[in-house]
């Protein structure tokens, strides 16, 4: 497990400046808004996550934070997006770093990634699709009105090394590779809207590499020596990544160390 990273900079962003994370309840989403916090440059950190009244960790540090602010909000639900967004916007001022979070591989009891073709089901694949690949265009449909014109912004979506069609070697696996291929897809066509409506906005996809979540427990046996990251670490690097990210970056999908993953 390697050690916590440490708190970025931000430099690159104005100061302060607002943050929104969806999926902040927990992994890395939740230790996303603690780097944000510990950093101190966020004047609001938006912390979105389907049910408030069951985040525990994300409340007690909403309590002691006063920077936090925890907002309802399913990106598989265009109404409960909308109205995340009104709030958010009531505040009267821009979303300078939107992160999202938001996904799912598996669920206990449920469908497991599929190793072989007979495992695939149309029901999983939909779902799949919902939450990783159309959750993020939804989200960005619905607070893209919150982005500044001028200043710096940063659209991110943690995506998946297994999502490269390029890099694609051991198969399986086929609902959640298809939904962050086109997760991927969605970023690079989303990049080249904003870019026409924002001159400072960069859209990326992020890969955290293999994390040690909920999401990631039941297949970690493999991983090797070193490259199971903890959250903390995880988050911060890629916060590194963020800050250092140029207008030309906008529309690549990179991992946490910074390297460009092929699409």
């Known amino acids: 497990m390697n050690p916590p990273a440490p708190d970025p900079v931000l430099a690159s962003f104005p100061q302060p400046f607002t943050a929104l994370v969806a999926g902040a309840n927990r992994g890395i989403g939740l230790a996303f808004v603690r780097h944000l916090v510990a950093g101190g440059q966020a004047r609001r950190i938006w912390a ?5 009244e ?3 960790e994300l409340a007690e540090l909403a309590a002691v934070a006063p920077a936090v602010r925890i907002l309802q909000l399913d990106v598989t639900d265009e109404q409960v997006l909308a109205d995340a967004a009104r709030e958010a916007g009531e505040e009267g001022s821009t979303v300078e770093l939107l992160i999202n979070c938001a996904g ?6 449920g469908p497991q990634p599929e190793r072989r073709l007979a495992e695939v089901r149309a029901d999983w ?7 990783n690949a159309a959750g993020p265009l939804l989200l960005a449909k619905h607070f893209e009105r919150l982005l500044p014109r001028r200043d710096r912004v940063v659209f991110a979506s943690l995506s998946a090394r297994v999502g ?10 086929y609902a959640y590779r298809a939904a962050k291929a086109a997760q991927n897809m969605f970023i690079r066509t989303l990049s080249i809207e904003l870019a026409r409506r924002a001159r400072g906005s960069i859209c ?7 994390t040690d979540t909920g999401l990631s427990r039941p297949f970690q046996a493999g991983v090797p020596e070193g490259k199971l990251f903890n959250t903390a670490f995880s988050a911060g690097r890629l916060l590194a990544v963020i800050d250092g990210l140029k207008r030309d970056d906008t529309g690549g999908f990179f991992a946490w ?3 460009r993953i092929p699409w």
């Not at 979105?48 to 408030?52: E, F, L, M, S």
């Not at 799912?104 to 009891?109: D, E, N, S």
């Not at 069609?165 to 198969?171: A, K, Q, V």
């Open 125 to 131: 694949l939909q779902e799949s699709f919902a939450v």
């Open 164 to 173: 490269s069609i390029g890099d694609n070697r051991l198969g399986g696996w």
């Open 104 to 109: 799912f591989l598996h669920r206990p009891g």
């Open 54 to 56: 069951a985040a525990g």
């Open 204 to 210: 990326v996809a992020l890969h955290p590499g293999t």
């Open 257 to 259: 160390n910074g390297e």
């Open 48 to 52: 979105g996550c389907r049910d408030p």
